[in-house]
């Protein structure tokens, strides 16, 4: 419990800072129910491509959304002069990157639980089930791994809004195509079963993301 601490220390100010001025979930939201309002007026979805396009079109909304998320932790602790202090604050660097991650984490599960309902009832699609959460889950994990170390590296660049999607989202691809098919999979009225392997494959992501972050957050924070 104490090494876990300083993780929640550090997921714990995010989130209040987000309580008090609500810039991060307000921007996720705002972005992603754009992208789909758009996605529902420009391609007309039928029995046929439901499937097919539907999770594609979810998915793509929260890529963009959690690029938006990720960005704007560090943004925010960059502007205000406090990523310096952090760094010498007596914590590792491990902990640090999981409560950075952990803040991203529960900052794009917010939005989803929004979102996904959303995008259900827009494109009349069944994904009110159990295995979304998981899909949802295991998905986030990893991007919110990955997202962080990226954005910490972005963040110190002059065109850090740009660089960031243009270095993370190739990276993060893989990831976010086995959450299009996982989705696929439900959205077709598969269960468990046709879950399998990309329920694996989701889960090893987030094994190399997280473990991988945690290893090159040190090197990304001192250079």
Known sequence: MSALGPVWAIARKDIVLELRNREIVVSLLVF????LIVFNFAVELTTVNLAVVGPGILWVAIAFA??????RTFVLEKERDALDGLMLAPVSRDAMFLGKALGSFLFMLVAEAVLI???????????????????????TSGFAGAGT?????????????????????????PLLIAAVEATAVIADGGGWGGLGAW????????????????ILFHYVLED
């Open 117 to 139: 309902p959303v995008f259900a009832a827009l494109f009349d699609v069944s994904l009110m089930r159990g295995e979304t959460v998981v899909v949802a889950l295991l998905a």
């Open 199 to 214: 329920l694996q494959l989701l889960g090893v992501f987030d094994v190399l993301f997280v473990a991988g972050g945690a």
């Open 149 to 173: 170390v990226f954005a910490a590296m972005a963040v110190n660049t002059r065109s850090r809004e740009i660089m960031l999607p243009v270095l993370f989202l190739p990276v993060v691809s």
């Open 66 to 71: 959690g690029v938006l998320g990720v960005n």
């Open 32 to 35: 992603s129910m754009l992208v």
